[in-house]
């Protein structure tokens, strides 16, 4: 039975929804430019539809995460054409190891399942940028790309927008009709592209900034002063918020990246000074 014959049943559980359109691949594939200098990092093989193309394109080598391996019988073929150049690997892409992946990937292209598009982002962007990936090129729910990159004062910002706004430049590159996939999702979709500039890497790895964005867009309501004075009410807020030159009437959706920057090193000081003696 050829592989366009087979049956398999996509299971919702995982976001299961297989890219068929063909134009939407090539231009995946022309906006990606892969050379041979590049490691590609796939998420979700699915059925193989775009990971043939990754390991057909000039790149150097190509790893694939896939968690279903009832799909293995559509993937087969592509370990067996590339055994030197791609290799699968079987698991839940949140627990996946990226920083042990050698050679390190250069790109991530990805039809990412859009129900762990959020944690997934912010696993890949703690392990891999220091590595040397600077580059992202993933298919995600168009409501996601529009939170990561809504600019400040909008109702759509959010903690891994602003964090992406620091790293780089995020954009989407064209919206996707549901249409597209198989079977199709109720939803748009977009292709999202995301380019590192190689500032404030260290930013996902560290909890105090992941705390701090947390707490402030907690409950986006209230003030962001009285959301932080519940995170830390040890720190005199006021100062802080004076310091960066933040209104305190302010909401955490107005600041700009810079502002929650301030934020972040007037805190650490504030702490800082409390701890000191005297």
């Given at each position: 039975?050829g592989?366009?014959?087979?049956?398999?049943?996509?299971?919702?559980?995982?976001?299961?929804?297989?890219?068929?359109?063909?134009?939407?691949?090539?231009?995946?594939l022309?906006?990606?430019?892969?050379?041979?200098?590049?490691t590609?990092?796939?998420?979700?093989?699915?059925?193989?539809?775009?990971?043939?193309?990754?390991a057909?394109?000039?790149?150097t080598?190509l790893?694939?995460?896939?968690i279903?391996?009832?799909?293995?019988?559509?993937?087969?073929?592509?370990?067996?054409?590339?055994?030197?150049?791609?290799?699968?690997?079987?698991?839940?892409?949140?627990a996946?190891?990226?920083?042990?992946?050698s050679?390190a990937?250069?790109?991530?292209?990805?039809?990412?399942?859009?129900?762990?598009?959020?944690?997934?982002?912010?696993?890949?962007?703690?392990?891999?940028?220091?590595?040397?990936?600077?580059?992202?090129?993933?298919?995600?729910?168009?409501?996601?790309?529009?939170?990561?990159?809504a600019?400040?004062?909008?109702?759509?910002?959010?903690?891994?927008?602003?964090?992406?706004?620091?790293?780089?430049?995020?954009?989407?590159?064209?919206t996707?009709?549901?249409?597209?996939?198989?079977?199709?999702?109720?939803?748009?979709?977009?292709?999202?592209?995301?380019?590192?500039?190689g500032?404030?890497?260290?930013?996902?790895k560290?909890?105090?900034?992941?705390?701090?964005?947390?707490s402030g867009?907690?409950?986006?309501?209230?003030?962001?002063?009285?959301?932080?004075?519940?995170?830390?009410?040890?720190?005199?807020?006021?100062?802080?918020?004076?310091?960066?030159e933040?209104?305190?009437?302010?909401?955490?959706?107005?600041?700009t990246?810079?502002?929650w920057?301030?934020?972040?090193?007037?805190?650490k000081?504030?702490?800082?000074?409390?701890?000191s003696?005297?």
């Amino acid at each position: 039975m050829g592989r366009e014959e087979k049956v398999f049943k996509n299971k919702k559980s995982l976001g299961q929804n297989f890219l068929v359109d063909r134009n939407i691949l090539h231009h995946i594939l022309e906006q990606a430019d892969i050379s041979s200098a590049d490691t590609i990092l796939e998420i979700g093989a699915g059925q193989g539809v775009l990971t043939r193309e990754l390991a057909a394109s000039p790149c150097t080598f190509l790893f694939s995460v896939e968690i279903d391996e009832g799909l293995s019988e559509y993937l087969r073929d592509i370990t067996l054409l590339y055994p030197s150049t791609f290799s699968l690997l079987w698991g839940d892409a949140l627990a996946v190891d990226y920083s042990s992946l050698s050679p390190a990937p250069t790109k991530v292209v990805a039809n990412i399942p859009y129900n762990i598009t959020t944690p997934l982002l912010w696993r890949l962007l703690e392990q891999l940028p220091e590595a040397g990936t600077d580059y992202f090129l993933l298919m995600v729910q168009k409501e996601a790309a529009e939170r990561i990159t809504a600019s400040p004062g909008t109702k759509e910002r959010y903690p891994l927008g602003i964090t992406l706004e620091l790293m780089g430049k995020a954009r989407s590159v064209r919206t996707v009709h549901p249409r597209s996939f198989r079977p199709a999702p109720a939803v748009e979709s977009s292709l999202l592209e995301i380019r590192l500039s190689g500032q404030h890497l260290c930013l996902p790895k560290d909890s105090l900034w992941r705390a701090l964005l947390r707490s402030g867009f907690a409950q986006r309501r209230k003030k962001l002063s009285n959301n932080l004075r519940l995170f830390r009410p040890s720190v005199c807020w006021r100062e802080v918020f004076e310091s960066a030159e933040i209104e305190e009437n302010a909401r955490a959706e107005e600041l700009t990246a810079e502002q929650w920057l301030a934020l972040w090193g007037g805190m650490k000081s504030a702490e800082k000074k409390s701890l000191s003696p005297g």
